[in-house]
């Protein structure tokens, strides 16, 4: 079965930085957009940014110039680099792909990470 594994969340003071990883594994035929989601505490769901295979990217404007998402189709991996931290980027991050197995070729769903915690103290 795809699993999609996220890794790098932790406690950092505001204005610091983390990087999260995100590998997809399991019968994947082909993998069209990555990116990242999050949730708040008492919040909705939201996308933070993501990134096609051919590297187009599109990035919320709460983090525009903070954050920056990378890909690295080989190891079917997607990372966010985040920088420049402030308390209300506090939440749960999530790693999503949209991707076709070897038994739905041609076919996209979304499959989502665990989620890693990101907290921010002031």
């Known amino acids: 079965q795809v699993r999609l594994v996220e890794s790098g969340g932790g406690l950092v003071q505001a204005g610091g930085s983390l990087r999260l990883s995100c590998a997809a594994s399991?019968?994947?035929?082909?993998?069209?957009?990555m990116g990242w989601y999050r949730r708040a505490p008492g919040e909705q769901r939201e996308l933070v940014t993501s990134?096609?295979?051919?590297?187009?990217?599109n990035y919320s404007d709460s983090v525009k110039g903070r954050f920056t998402i990378s890909r690295d189709n080989a190891k079917n991996a997607v990372y966010l680099q985040m920088n420049s931290l402030k308390p209300e980027d506090t939440a749960v991050y999530y790693c999503?792909?949209?991707?076709?197995?070897?038994?739905?070729?041609?076919?996209?769903?979304?499959?989502w990470g665990q989620g890693t915690q990101v907290t921010v103290s002031s």
């Open positions: 990134i096609t295979t051919g590297g187009s990217t």
């Open positions: 999503y792909a949209k991707l076709s197995t070897f038994t739905t070729k041609g076919f996209y769903n979304d499959y």
């Open positions: 399991g019968p994947i035929f082909s993998i069209n957009a």
